[in-house]
């Protein structure tokens, strides 16, 4: 039996959120080493002095509620960590070319003439202009430095003349299969790359040790704040040296929530190799399933349908889940049949491996019922509705537009689906998330299919319990029950009993990850 007495931490004076379907409120937590190891709804004072002991801390909580740790099921920290170097320009509210130009100036007269210039956040939506800024709009201010400027959607790049010329990109480059270099009427490169993130990435030099650290360490922050406990690493360029990096900031304590970190497929065959396997690792930074990019380009899937299919039978032959990136409904589709097939593949083999699809964006019915047969899992971005509302309204055809997230629909048939944020492409604030899978609402009140809003229950499940199943972690976090990790948020207010549109509002209060207190407002 397990022993209830002389818990470290207890919880009192609390609403507990278990997202245990058995009992779903508590009013009194038991916190033993790493684990949960009491929770009840029969908070009395006898109670409490049974279960403690002289070392116990006693944590009032002055009618707070504690939920489960948000767990982020798709993003990219590395990235986050780099930018946090950059000039941010999605902070600055930019509406046009003209303010681009201000603040790449201010900003320059910051650093050494012939640094590197490097920005993010940027999305021609969001000007005036309607068009993209080019590299001759940055050549006239910004003649001898060189400038990368992120798109805001992760895909996309604009570099000036200087930047262009460093890497090597002139009339005659040739982009590898995948990715396209805009060029004007002269065959002249225009500035701006799509789907060059790889190789921009290994060209740029990089900022030193030392600022990489402090940004690290102010990432760690900003996540404890928002209440994330774990995270799960999508990049497809992930390689066993970047695992090491990620080694290096678990054993420095310098990032405290919990990684899951998913190998790039192109660098598969050197995990294989090394003996790393699928959750190979500990609780605090493991193996997830392995990231593959599939994308829709002017010549067709890349990579080809039948390429994808060897890649997903060779990863999941080698017993790695596979995590497919499908946005557009075409490519979804196709990612669908593979996975189908393989899974007939599986079950012959006696693999039960959950092979999900990141995005998965674009989906009409059809479609997701093919997909509950495939038995993959979803791992979707609800806080896109969030800043690309507007965007999807004026962009997408608008017999299109029900296709967008239709997270009801998806869950109507029951296919296991996780929230995440896709940071730094959106804010990691998982209540932005949440409140716009209420709400369905953007952040100019545009609302995107009413209809497949979800409760404000089902949505931190989303946050929380999906987010480890997804990655076949519910057994050991995800929801608060006896023997499960203690990982935790305090809000200061109960969700359940709010008006979804003060969700935003709700203030993290203390995070707590593996039973200890990691962070306090
Ligand atoms: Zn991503």
């Known amino acids: 039996m397990n022993n209830e007495y002389e818990n470290n931490l207890i919880f009192i004076n609390v609403n507990i959120i278990t997202l245990n379907s058995k009992s779903p409120k508590a009013n009194i937590l038991g916190i033993k080493n790493n684990k949960i190891n009491y929770i009840s709804d029969q908070y009395s004072k006898k109670n409490l002095n049974r279960l403690k002991s002289n070392k116990t801390k006693i944590i009032d909580c002055n009618g707070a509620t504690i939920l489960p740790g948000f767990i982020d099921s798709h993003c990219h920290i590395l990235s986050y960590i780099s930018n946090l170097s950059n000039l941010n320009l999605n902070d600055l509210k930019i509406s046009s070319i003209k303010n681009i130009k201000q603040e790449l100036i201010k900003y320059s007269k910051k650093i050494s003439p012939g640094d590197w ?97 402090k940004n690290a360490e102010r990432a760690d922050k900003d996540f404890l704040s928002k209440g994330i406990t774990s995270m799960q690493d999508a990049t497809y360029t992930n390689s066993i040296k970047r695992w090491e990096l990620f080694n290096k900031l678990k054993t420095d304590n310098i990032i405290k929530s919990r990684i899951t970190f998913m190998p790039g497929y192109e660098f598969l065959q050197k995990f294989i190799d090394a003996e790393i396997k699928f959750q190979s690792g500990n609780n605090d930074l493991n193996i997830g399933p392995c990231k593959i990019m599939c994308n829709l380009t002017d010549d067709g899937l890349h990579p080809s ?26 490519v979804v589709e196709k990612v669908i049949q593979i996975l189908y097939e393989q899974k007939q593949i599986n079950n012959n083999l006696g693999l039960n491996l959950r092979n999900r699809i990141e995005h998965c964006s674009e989906i009409n019915i059809e479609q997701i019922i093919k997909l509950k047969e495939s038995g993959a899992l979803i791992s979707t971005q609800p806080g896109f509705i969030y800043t690309n509302g507007a965007r999807y309204k004026s962009l997408i055809n ?64 989303l946050y929380t319990y999906y987010g480890a199943y997804i990655c076949s972690q519910e057994s050991i976090k995800g929801s608060i029950e006896i023997g499960k990790l203690a990982d935790l948020i305090m809000m200061n207010n109960n969700p359940l009993d709010m008006e979804y549109e003060n969700i935003k509002e709700l203030k993290n209060l203390m995070t707590v990850i593996n039973g200890k207190i990691v962070w306090e407002s």
């Open 117 to 213: 210039i490097k920005a993010n956040g940027y999305h021609e939506f969001n000007l005036i202009d309607n068009r993209h800024i080019n590299k001759s709009d940055i050549d006239k201010i910004l003649p001898s430095n060189p400038v990368r400027i992120k798109h805001a959607s992760g895909h996309a790049d604009i570099l000036n003349s200087l930047a262009l010329k460093s890497i090597g990109i002139d009339n005659n480059y040739i982009e590898p299969i995948g990715s396209y270099i805009e060029r004007d009427d002269r065959g002249e490169p225009t500035g701006l790359l799509i789907n060059m993130n790889s190789i921009l990435n290994n060209k740029i030099p990089k900022s030193d040790q030392q600022q990489l650290k």
């Open 305 to 330: 349908y039948e390429i994808l299919k060897k890649i997903v039978n060779f990863a999941n032959k080698n017993k790695f889940p596979v995590s497919i990136h499908a946005i557009e409904s075409d």
């Open 398 to 461: 608008i017999n299109k537009q029900s296709f967008l997230y239709p997270i009801r629909s998806i869950m109507n048939y029951k296919i296991p689906i996780a929230a995440s944020s896709d940071f730094p492409i959106s804010d990691f604030n998982p209540l932005i998330g949440i409140y716009s899978l209420i709400t369905r609402k953007d952040s100019q009140n545009n609302i995107l299919n009413k209809s497949e809003s979800i409760s404000i229950n089902e949505a931190i499940k």
